[in-house]
């Protein structure tokens, strides 16, 4: 399933060291967004092209929100969004959907932040 597996851009030796936008143990963030909604989310893109629109718009404002900030779109600076959006979104009281729920605006957009840190897929 493309977003259960761990992400391959970053080498093993890198794990908890500090980059830009915090540790590389932020990965359990991704993981843990990833175990509880956003892999049946982006299964959901095979069966509903609307979904796939959706969530390319998410990635266009994604690109947007962190190149506005100076920074360039790269796994630090993703992980850093997808930490604090999550973090914002539970202090509005948002909960993780659980599949044939409704896709709101904050499931979208981390869904959309998992897929930019899934590795590109070989030919």
Request: charge should be negative; proline fraction near 7%.
């Amino acid at each position: 399933m493309i977003c259960m597996q761990l992400p391959v851009w970053l080498p093993a030796d890198w794990y908890g060291k500090t980059l830009p936008g915090g540790t590389v143990t932020d990965l359990a963030w991704v993981i843990r967004i990833r175990d509880d909604f956003a892999h049946w989310v982006l299964d959901l893109r095979h069966e509903h092209p609307a979904v796939v629109a959706l969530l390319d718009q998410h990635v266009a404002a994604v690109r947007h929100a962190i190149r506005s900030l100076g920074e360039q779109v790269n796994p630090a600076a993703l992980l850093g969004y997808l930490i604090g959006f999550w973090d914002g979104a539970q202090e509005k009281g948002w909960r993780a959907p659980e599949p044939g729920q409704a896709l709101d605006f904050a499931t979208l957009r981390m869904t959309a932040v998992c897929l930019m840190l899934d590795p590109a897929p070989v030919s």
